[in-house]
C-alpha cells in the first residue's frame, strides 16, 4: 500500500495574504467651507437676507475646525468663503440696513 501522506501534499499550506488599507485623509474645515461658499454666491446672485447669514456660520465653523488642525487647504477654502460672504453682505442692501450701514 502506498503512504498518502507525503510532504509536499500538506494542509496546513501557507496562504499569502494581501492586507489592504485604505487612510482617509481628514480636511476638517472643508466641508463646511465649501458649503460656505456656495451659500456666500447663492446670498450675491439671489436673496442675500436668507444665505449671507448661513454662509456666515459655516465660514465661522470651517474657519474654527481648518485652525484647529492647521490644514492649508481648508484654510484657502475658508478664506474664499469669507471674501464671497462679505461680498454678499455688500451687494445686500437689506442685510446693510439690518446692521446699520445703508448710509454708505
Same mark, same amino acid.
Given at each position: 500500500? %502506498?503512504?498518502? =501522506? %507525503?510532504?509536499?501534499?500538506?494542509c496546513? #499550506? *501557507? /496562504?499569502? @495574504?494581501? *492586507? @489592504?488599507?485604505?487612510? /482617509? /485623509?481628514?480636511?476638517?474645515?472643508?466641508?463646511?467651507?465649501?458649503?460656505? $461658499?456656495?451659500?456666500? @454666491?447663492?446670498?450675491? +446672485? =439671489?436673496?442675500?437676507? @436668507? &444665505? $449671507?447669514?448661513?454662509?456666515?456660520? $459655516?465660514?465661522?465653523?470651517?474657519?474654527?475646525?481648518?485652525?484647529?488642525?492647521? *490644514?492649508?487647504? #481648508? +484654510?484657502?477654502?475658508?478664506?474664499?468663503?469669507?471674501?464671497?460672504?462679505?461680498?454678499? &453682505?455688500?451687494?445686500?442692501?437689506?442685510?446693510?440696513?439690518?446692521?446699520g450701514?445703508?448710509?454708505?
Amino acid at each position: 500500500m %502506498s503512504d498518502t =501522506t %507525503s510532504p509536499h501534499n500538506d494542509c496546513t #499550506s *501557507e /496562504k499569502n @495574504v494581501i *492586507e @489592504v488599507r485604505y487612510e /482617509k /485623509k481628514d480636511n476638517p474645515g472643508m466641508v463646511s467651507s465649501i458649503v460656505g $461658499c456656495i451659500m456666500a @454666491v447663492l446670498g450675491i +446672485l =439671489t436673496l442675500g437676507v @436668507v &444665505f $449671507c447669514p448661513i454662509a456666515l456660520v $459655516c465660514a465661522i465653523i470651517g474657519l474654527i475646525n481648518a485652525t484647529s488642525a492647521e *490644514e492649508s487647504n #481648508s +484654510l484657502g477654502i475658508n478664506m474664499l468663503a469669507w471674501i464671497l460672504t462679505i461680498i454678499g &453682505f455688500v451687494t445686500s442692501p437689506v442685510l446693510l440696513g439690518i446692521i446699520g450701514l445703508s448710509a454708505l
